[in-house]
């Protein structure tokens, strides 16, 4: 199948450089501020964006050097097949943030607890809304284990 | 910046035809079963993925032929920067759907009320789990406009 190719709209600049993320370190978006910087051919875009108290961040994660098919997360001690983590070490290595929106200001959006480190290309920016599922309804497999033996 | 390269892991099988799409005709998805065919050599990828209920599906909409900044969703009058829409016509057109997942067979997984036509290739799979915002807390600007107006 063919290839695909897509150009970044914009840039994260964020507290995380790209040194914390290569020394291994986890990072920790807790109360963090980070500023998408959306090109600024691509500012008509964000019209009314700004109603949406969370917005969707599809980012490049372009530090990824290899891929894996197995990985074992952090949070657990065993191995799983990488679809069913978010590991970053994914054959299109995209990562998925749903984050809050403190402030657009132009072609910046100021955004909260959004763990990607300084320079990070960004694919594509969506509202947030809440997914179809009841969440009560929702089984999260190994995560789920984790959490109860952690319990 | 540099443009950035994917290879799909997958494939969807719909009973909706491109033909469909390219009508113009509004895809219902509802009570619809869909396929996605991941490709053998990515197979080991899906272990324990059987465990999630639902699933986040990254997918290339290959049908969409050139973007827009500015749109006017099927569900509102007026017009909308894209980023604040989930329109197809995006300057990199990925979508994302979180759908039921029924059943994994081998590496073919069944899911329910995906939107998307036969042969959309797909880039990435991800655990679907629920996103840290409280839903109450949820702002939609134009969206939850819309719906009130509607009621």
Known sequence: MDEIRYTP??????????????????IEPKDTVSTIEVFPEYM????????????????????????A???????????????????PR???P??????RLNEVDGNFLHVADLDLVDGTPVLDIKPY????PDDEQV???WMQARRQQEQ
């Open 90 to 92: 994914r054959p299109n």
């Open 9 to 26: 709209i914009g840039v994260v600049r964020s507290p995380f450089l790209p040194d914390h993320y290569s020394t291994g370190r986890r």
């Open 94 to 99: 995209i990562s998925l943030s749903v984050v």
């Open 129 to 132: 809304f809440p997914a179809t």
């Open 69 to 87: 098919l197995v990985v074992q997360p952090r949070s657990d001690t065993v191995t799983h097949g990488v679809f069913a983590t978010r590991s």
């Open 139 to 141: 089984r999260t497999g």
């Open 44 to 67: 008509d875009g964000l019209r009314d964006i700004e109603g949406f108290s969370h917005i969707v961040l599809l980012c490049h994660l372009h530090l990824t050097r290899e891929y």
